[in-house]
């Protein structure tokens, strides 16, 4: 499977073509691109639109301002494309679903497989245990900025899906019984940690507790790789993270 990589030299563009050079998924280096000269073992370029070599799928973590051109060159090529990057505007939004109507494109703000399991699996237990209490812990290094974790809301919107009468609560501080329905979410800071997801689900009677860790920025990379695999089979349309285990 051959692969553009654009934002190439970025950290996780770096550790995508580690992740192709260790022949994930059987992948090969087709061509890197970024603003940045990348280094790689394939053609380099500044601009996708300079790019000679041809490719099964393009992915892409580079910059959301990127978009226009990113679409631009899937549509040009009629190449699938793993949108990785996030931060999206709602006009950027909007291009992707038009250009998923003309070709296969995955887009994604957490392409970790595991994380996808964990939400579908707290999902599953909601549904079976539908008065249980649901609270997250999430765990990460001493320089995140965003708290909570964007994937501890999206762990919680999972519970809201299946859940009428969701309410959050996010770090409980004030006194008070805790009321039904809630989903509570407390982040803890400290030290190097990748991210540590824990969601505790208790009936009364019993405490389930699904945990997913992340060890590397790898599994964000394997996670596109497999994304590109599933994407090259599909015709036009707009794929996430969950369709590849639906
Ligand atoms: N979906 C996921 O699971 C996931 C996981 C991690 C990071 N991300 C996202 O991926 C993106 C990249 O993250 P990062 O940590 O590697 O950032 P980074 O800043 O280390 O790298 C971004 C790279 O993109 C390049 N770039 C910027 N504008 C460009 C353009 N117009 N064309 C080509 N290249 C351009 C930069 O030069 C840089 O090398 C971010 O949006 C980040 O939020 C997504």
Redesign the pocket.
Known sequence: MRIIV??????????LLASIASGYCGAELAAA????L?EADAPVY???SDIKETAEVLV???????TD??LSFALERGIPTV?????QTDEEKKMIEDASRRVPIFY?????IGIALLVSLVKTAVQVFPDADVEIVETHHNQKLDVPSGTALMIARGVEDVRQNTTFCVGRHENGKRPAGEVGIHSIRMGKVVGIHEVHINTGSQTLTLKHEAHS?A??AE??LKAAEYLREQTAGLYSVSDLFA
Do not use: C, Q, W, Y
């Open positions: 654009n934002g190439a030299a970025g950290r996780m563009g770096k550790e691109v970024d603003i940045t990348p500044t601009s996708l892409d973590f580079s910059h959301h301002s990127a051109k990113v949108i990785a990057t996030t931060g994604s703000g957490n392409m970790s920025r599994l964000f996670g596109a």
